[in-house]
């Protein structure tokens, strides 16, 4: 009983916080703010919101981005899964997964930027300028580096999302039939396989949608800056001094939550659209395609998507230990400590910011899932409520929801404190710990914990030491999600940290814009190795955790043999 009600109390909480955002962000948007004394509700933020320069031109540059960034990672994830499903190739793919989502898209766009500037590395590599060329290879109107950028953090995600769903959908079956009677096996993903798997994909795919359109700090280090995204043009409205500009951001904002879900039913109608004239080339019998005949090529495209990756990270390796790289030369001509030495007291100030809330956020996201999937097992319900409601902090674009929260913080004198910071950490983690831990907790055999309850008739030691023990593998992996999620976020510790916390995250976005390569590559570092250590302990701590604990049992029993000797002996 206890259980059910701290799972009524989490769901009544993440309701009321999401309801406190949504209307924190809506009243503001009809001119209804109490704190500046606008208690007239009106249109006019609207009316100005429509009357601003960049409106339209942010607006295309956003759908541009958001939905060429998700097309093109679903086809690359697509054609990755189809073109070397059980290859040598897929399963080396699969290794580059974790590191990849790993590393916070931050320190990936930090490393592109300075890997294709006109001042970058590619340009040293594979040129012979004198000088930086007249190019504009980043931050270009067209939104292509930002394009790219988001193609390379979306695509593994969609591939790990793809691989977990085949044993539901029957590939290998479905496959084997396939080719039993003449079709090739490209032809059989295009046909029977992708239909099969879209219904368990089309929210991983909704909420690759929604981060494109919505993302600000990447679009804040490598997108176009006039005009830039939406969701950068309303997050500089809310940080605008004149409190009027409040109204004009959160208007904004309410139409960027109103686009994204219009976009979700755009793509959703496509699809259909899509399914239904295309059943009749389906059923024709054709045993391969042309557009089946390029997935090796595309899928191809993953290796390039690696090599930026793995450049981006020995380039900002390179700028935090250089003391001396002019261009053109192709690697620095000296190297120096002396940028770790003279920033060290703020390094240990933005980790220890970082680790306190990420570690504290993926504990607590862990705890709470835990509590509410024993409920939801306890009650034998297939799909609860939170199920759904769980989805809502990662669709709702945070640059308007973010504000609105904000505003409640002020109110109860709750924001620029480090609680504040982990309560809205929390509220981004706790999903990602929620669903990678659903499916395996919800698996787990309940006859090995009833049958360790009867022989000790403790419940609560054979929970931590049974069920938990066994299923240490998807706990820890799913604490190096939310720990990895937690050092990402940017709008969650700027908001709640109001500028008087500052992680890793935070300062490295701040200071990309700066110039100052060597601390900004040193941060974006730093900010990756602490998610990749996470995750190398997360694989390793389960194979050897039983071992190690066994001997610490044989250990401490030697240990008090040995003392209860010496007690003996002394008598």
């Not at 904002?253 to 959703?268: I, K």
């Not at 607590?364 to 769980?390: G, H, M, P």
């Amino acid at each position: 009983m206890k259980l059910k009600q701290v799972h009524f109390a989490i769901v009544i909480s993440i309701c009321a916080f999401i309801l406190i955002g949504v209307f924190g962000i809506l009243a503001p948007a009809f001119h209804y703010l109490p704190a500046i004394e606008a208690h007239v509700l009106s249109l006019s933020p609207w009316y100005a919101l429509f009357d601003t320069p960049e409106f339209l031109s942010s607006i295309r540059l956003t759908l541009i981005s958001g939905l060429a960034a998700t097309i093109i990672s679903f086809m690359v994830a697509f054609s990755v899964v189809a073109a070397f499903y059980q290859s040598w190739i897929l399963r080396l793919f699969q290794k580059s997964l974790a590191p990849i989502l790993a590393v916070p898209h931050a320190a990936i766009a930090i490393g592109l930027l300075f890997l294709l500037s006109p001042s970058g590395w590619l340009i040293r590599l594979f040129t012979t300028f004198d000088r930086p060329p007249n190019w504009i290879t980043v931050q270009d109107p067209y939104t292509l580096s930002l394009i790219l950028a988001l193609v390379i953090k979306e695509t593994p995600y969609l591939i790990f999302v793809m691989l977990a769903c085949l044993h539901q959908v029957k590939a290998d079956e479905s496959l084997n039939i396939g080719r039993s009677m003449g079709y090739h096996s490209s032809t059989v993903w295009q046909k029977i396989l992708l239909p099969a798997m879209y219904p368990l994909i089309r929210l991983p795919i909704f909420i690759v949608l929604a981060f494109s359109l919505t993302v600000v700090d990447l679009a804040l280090i490598i997108g176009p800056n006039t005009p830039s995204t939406f969701a950068v043009t309303v997050f500089r409205w809310f940080k605008d001094a004149d409190l009027n500009e409040r109204f004009v951001a959160s208007s904004g904002a309410v139409l960027l939550m109103l686009l994204v879900f219009v976009v979700f039913l755009l793509w959703e109608c496509t699809y259909r659209l899509i399914v239904r004239f295309t059943k009749q080339t389906r059923i024709q019998g054709i045993r391969q395609s042309f557009i089946s005949r390029l997935y090796p090529w595309i899928g191809s495209l993953y290796f390039v998507l690696l090599l930026f990756v793995s450049l981006a990270g020995v380039i900002l390796f390179i700028w935090s230990f250089a003391k001396r790289w002019r261009f053109p030369d192709v690697l620095p001509s000296t190297w120096s400590l002396a940028n770790l030495e003279r920033n060290g007291s703020l390094l240990f100030e933005l980790s220890w910011n970082t680790l306190s809330v990420g570690i504290v956020s993926a504990l607590l996201a862990l705890v709470i899932s835990i509590i509410l999937l024993e409920v939801k097992r306890a009650q034998s319900i297939k799909t609860t409520f939170f199920d759904r409601l769980i989805y809502v902090p990662i669709l709702l674009p945070q640059v308007g929801f973010l504000f609105g929260i904000q505003i409640f913080f002020i109110r109860i004198d709750f924001s620029g404190h480090l609680p504040a910071v982990i309560t809205l950490h929390l509220f981004y983690v706790l999903p990602y710990v929620y669903l990678t831990l659903h499916s395996a907790y919800l698996a787990y055999n309940q006859n090995y914990f009833i049958q360790a309850c009867a022989l000790t008739q403790k419940p609560v030691k054979s929970f931590f030491q049974i069920k938990l023990a066994m299923l240490k593998a998807p706990i820890f992996s799913a604490f190096a999600i939310g720990f990895s999620v937690s050092i990402a976020q940017y709008l969650p510790t700027l908001i709640a940290g109001n500028g008087l916390i500052s992680t890793l995250t935070t300062e490295a976005v701040t200071l990309a814009s700066s110039g100052e390569r060597k601390i900004v590559s040193l941060l974006a570092l730093m900010q990756s190795i602490f998610p990749l250590i996470v995750f190398m302990l997360a694989i390793w701590l389960p194979k050897v955790w039983t071992p190690a604990r066994i001997k610490c049992k044989q250990w401490f029993a030697r240990l008090s043999l040995t003392f209860s000797f010496h007690s003996i002996e002394k008598r």
